[in-house]
């Protein structure tokens, strides 16, 4: 079995192309750097199953492969927000030249999309039924837009070509890898508390996320390319235990056994208020959820940071606050 995996030196990427070698696959990896690292597979480029193609999408050689994994795009607010028409190309352009490739080699595809195609959501929890809430020229739109976009054109494909596909649609994720100056909510606090920084907190942190460790982030977008019968169908991936911010820095806090303060500024325009994936088309046609406990994540996700940037471990750990 032999996969290509576009974006796949970023962070989700990455350890997909890790499960895929685990599995005792090929896979080739597709990376222009934009937002993803070469470090992040440099693990993996002494195998002779690992291939690393350095360039745009609609650029890559038209290898044989039996699975595409189309994850390619800036995924960050800084990533998309410093890149939105590269963003936007990636999801447009890109997902055409991916879906070509599969079409060619009679491939299985995999669309990652995202939460963000529900915007700012009038319905919680969202589930697949949702249309969304999108402001399609707000300051996330590049993104949103894009991938609403890429889901069309990732159906249309199906309609037209008899095509093999599926989308994911990824809720909020995190895990080692995750670069910790792209924005995010985990990568941000956990960098401000091992500095000793405050944590910014945007308004009153009373905005909910609910986030899934990348390894069962992982498990989802293989259960959801590799099940029978998924052709054609939309998937929530995402963990449904939901906490506030706030919350969300007081344990950070905790785990990195930080004495960092928690600041609040004022809220950031766009902002969700609310984000919870409703999983139950995943669990029951999948057999699929999020297992793994949000301590265990966040010790593994924050002992990565502490390393990337050098900070002692202190010699009595913290405690997450129950909550």
């Known amino acids: 079995m032999r996969a290509l995996v ?20 090929a896979a080739v990896a597709v990376d222009n750097f934009i937002t993803g690292k070469r470090e992040n597979v ?13 360039c745009d999408i609609e650029d890559a050689p038209r290898v044989a492969c039996d699975l595409v994994f189309h994850l390619a795009s800036p995924a960050s607010p800084v990533g998309y927000g ?5 963003t936007l190309r990636a999801n447009s352009q890109g997902t055409w030249a991916a879906l070509d490739i599969a079409r060619a080699n009679g491939a ?18 969202q589930s697949e039924r949702y249309f969304g809430n999108v402001d399609p020229v707000g300051p996330r739109a590049c993104y949103d837009e894009g991938k609403r976009f890429a889901e069309a054109l990732t159906m249309s494909f199906a309609s037209a070509h008899g095509l093999d596909a599926r989308i994911v649609r990824i809720f909020n994720c995190y895990g080692p890898r995750n670069d910790i100056d792209d924005g995010r909510m985990v990568p941000t606090f956990a960098g401000q508390a091992l500095r000793g920084e405050p944590l910014t907190v945007h308004g009153d942190g009373a905005q909910t996320r609910s986030l899934c460790y990348v390894d069962d982030l ?17 998937y929530n991936l995402g963990q ?25 500024l004022p809220p950031r325009p766009g902002d969700i208020e609310r984000r919870k994936p409703d999983v139950r088309r995943a669990e029951a046609e999948l057999g699929w959820k999020a297992h793994r406990s949000l301590e265990h994540g966040l010790d593994r996700t924050i002992a990565w940071y502490r390393a990337q940037i050098a900070v002692p471990e202190p010699a009595e750990r913290g405690r997450v606050p129950t909550t």
């Open 6 to 25: 576009t974006g796949g030196a970023g962070f989700i990427g990455s350890h997909l192309c890790d499960a895929l070698i685990e599995r005792g696959w």
């Open 42 to 54: 440099a693990h993996l480029e002494g195998d002779e199953r690992f291939t690393l193609v350095a």
């Open 82 to 86: 410093r890149h939105p028409l590269e």
């Open 108 to 125: 299985k595809f995999l669309l990652a999309s995202t939460s963000e195609v529900y915007g700012d959501p009038l319905e919680h929890p």
């Open 218 to 234: 992982v498990d989802g977008l293989l259960a959801a390319m590799l099940t029978a019968g998924t052709a054609g169908r939309v």
């Open 240 to 264: 449904p235990r939901e906490h506030s911010v706030l919350e969300f820095a007081q344990m950070i806090v905790g785990i990195a056994s930080s004495r960092s303060a928690i600041v609040h």
